[in-house]
């Protein structure tokens, strides 16, 4: 990162250079050292390129500082999704008591949990799930993690698919009550 900031202040220190030594050298001469603009169209062309030449290299060191920046401000964001999320799922998984499982179970007997946590998301576990994965995703922000958090959410919402039906029919009204005031996820 010291390394695009020296180069970016170097193109800085280049440019104020320039400024200064025109504006020096019409003084003490009284002769406009921009030559160049009084000659042809392509003199002036060239001429004119050179500085957005130097812009493009700003740009380039720029998008290079952004992306070691982004690095370090993904992995902090990143970071605190990861533990939001888990500790949204632990306590999810806590407030479920006896009634936690992984898949249908329809040979156990549940009680419909819409309280806590539950009372704002019927499957807050799931979102849990979603916002550690989001976090891995901002911390190490490439295509591949994206697609994967893109293939865990359809795998998430497939499941929540069945669960929904399950909890139709074993709960009837009241979980058609329930899914009326709370959102699937938020």
Same mark, same amino acid.
């Not at 180069?7 to 504006?23: D, M, N, P, R």
């Not at 380039?60 to 952004?66: D, F, H, Q, T």
């Not at 929904?164 to 909890?167: M, N, V």
């Given at each position: 990162?010291?390394?695009?900031?020296? =180069?970016?202040?170097?193109?800085?220190?280049?440019?104020?250079?320039?400024?200064?030594?025109?504006?020096?050298f019409?003084?003490?001469? %009284?002769v406009? /050292?921009?030559?160049?603009?009084?000659?042809?169209?392509?003199?002036?062309?060239? $001429?004119?390129?050179? /500085?957005?030449?130097?812009?493009?290299?700003?740009?380039?060191?720029?998008?290079?500082?952004?992306? @070691?920046?982004?690095? *370090?401000? %993904?992995?902090? !964001?990143?970071?605190?999704l990861? *533990?939001?999320?888990?500790?949204?799922?632990?306590?999810?998984?806590?407030?479920m %008591?006896?009634? $936690?499982?992984?898949?249908?179970?329809? @040979?156990?007997?549940?009680?419909?949990?819409?309280?806590?946590?539950?009372?704002?998301?019927?499957?807050? !576990?799931?979102?849990?799930?979603?916002?550690?994965?989001?976090? *891995?995703?901002? =911390?190490?922000?490439?295509?591949?993690? *994206?697609?994967?958090? !893109?293939?865990?959410?359809?795998?998430?919402?497939?499941? !929540?698919? @069945?669960e929904?039906?399950?909890?139709h029919?074993?709960?009837?009204k009241?979980?058609?009550?329930?899914?009326?005031?709370?959102?699937?996820?938020?």
């Open positions: 990162m010291m390394h695009a900031f020296f =180069a970016l202040g170097f193109i800085g220190f280049f440019l104020v250079y320039l400024v200064v030594k025109t504006l020096y019409q003084k003490k001469y %009284g406009n /050292p921009l030559a160049a603009l009084h000659g042809n169209f392509q003199e002036k062309l060239l $001429w004119i390129s050179l /500085p957005l030449i130097f812009i493009g290299y700003a740009i380039a060191i720029w998008m290079e500082l952004w992306t @070691q920046v982004w690095s *370090v401000l %993904g992995i902090v !964001v990143g970071s605190c990861m *533990v939001l999320g888990f500790s949204f799922m632990v306590i999810a998984q806590f407030q %008591g006896r009634n $936690w499982r992984m898949g249908v179970d329809s @040979q156990g007997k549940i009680e419909l949990v819409d309280n806590g946590v539950f009372g704002f998301s019927r499957n807050p !576990v799931y979102l849990g799930l979603l916002v550690q994965a989001l976090g *891995v995703t901002v =911390a190490f922000l490439n295509l591949y993690t *994206v697609l994967l958090w !893109v293939l865990l959410f359809v795998v998430l919402f497939l499941i !929540v698919l @069945q929904e039906k399950f909890l029919k074993s709960f009837g009241e979980y058609l009550r329930y899914s009326k005031r709370v959102g699937r996820f938020l």
